[in-house]
């Protein structure tokens, strides 16, 4: 009984822990959420809220009927479409980049191989907010100044992809390989018969970190673009006020597409980074 106890006891010190930093993580956006249920001058006196009010619907329904900007032709949609776009575009081209050089890495005898890794690893400690003026210089001279390809070539993370993938290949068993080569198959054959297939969990896991990484851009887009048609909806916050009912529910808005797509994937996601078992 004593040692029943004691072990039911730790289990539910566990559970309290787990709640209370599952709460602690998501008592901003339940606030984001309350607050985008008030009206402006309720937020303004009293600051933001915990607990809902009456004026949710009319914001969200401001929100996704506005029409902002100093040429009032931006609206919320335009917005999201543009955000997904630049999101859409990181994630895939990241995950395909990443896995194509993982491959090339693990699986072609490469001069320097290892040397080209650690090049392509310390371009994590150089941010994109550290190299914006080069960047910006070189944007500009390929013609991609205010335009969805200019936003999304700067920001990919392919090192972080490259990591993933290239230390998946290498606990990949040598007899893959060798049964390819029996079979006749060359590199390209390979890699779409055997590496993508076995590839597709940590590569969707990939896809949804630089998914979200592409949706969040702000410094990025608000240096790349002048024109108002291409305003992403994190930059598109500040047109419509971060203290109002409908700035809120806005800043709702831009948290949902992310947070959908974590939790439509989250099995694939966290047994893919995490269970090198069960990542192929």
């Known amino acids: 009984m004593i040692a029943i106890s004691i072990h039911t006891l730790r289990a539910a010190g566990n559970h309290i822990i787990l709640l209370a930093g599952v709460a602690f993580l998501m008592l901003p956006i339940l606030i984001i959420f309350a ?26 329904a401001q929100v996704l009927t506005m029409q902002a900007g100093f040429t009032d032709q931006i609206t919320a949609l335009d917005m999201m479409k543009n955000s997904l776009i630049i999101a859409l ?48 210089l070189v944007t500009d001279a390929l013609g991609l100044i205010n335009t969805h390809l200019g936003m999304v070539l700067p920001t990919l993370a392919v090192a972080l992809g490259t990591l993933f993938f290239r230390q998946l290949f290498l606990g990949f068993p040598n007899e893959y390989l060798e049964a390819a080569k029996l079979d006749g198959a060359g590199p390209v054959r390979f890699f779409l018969d055997f590496i993508v297939p076995l590839s597709w969990k940590r590569g969707g896991a990939i896809f949804v970190v630089t998914f979200m990484i592409g949706w969040n851009q702000y410094l990025w887009p608000l240096m790349i673009s002048t024109d108002e048609s291409r305003y992403t909806l994190v930059r598109g916050i500040r047109l419509i006020g971060q203290e109002s009912g409908p700035g809120m529910a806005l800043i709702m808005l831009s948290i949902l597409p992310p947070l959908i797509l974590v939790l439509i994937f989250q099995r694939y996601f966290f047994r893919a980074l995490a269970d090198e078992k069960n990542a192929f």
Not at 35 to 54: E, I, Y
Not at 107 to 114: E, I, N, Q, S, T
């Open 89 to 136: 575009g990181v994630a895939g081209c990241t995950t395909l980049v990443s896995l194509c050089g993982a491959y090339a890495m693990v699986y072609f005898r490469l001069p320097f191989a290892g040397f080209l890794f650690w090049l392509t690893l310390a371009t994590l400690l150089l941010p994109l907010e550290s190299r914006f003026i080069t960047t910006f």
């Open 35 to 60: 607050s985008s249920t008030h009206q402006t001058g309720t937020l303004v006196q009293d600051g933001l809220m915990l607990v809902p009010g009456l004026n949710g619907p009319e914001n969200y």
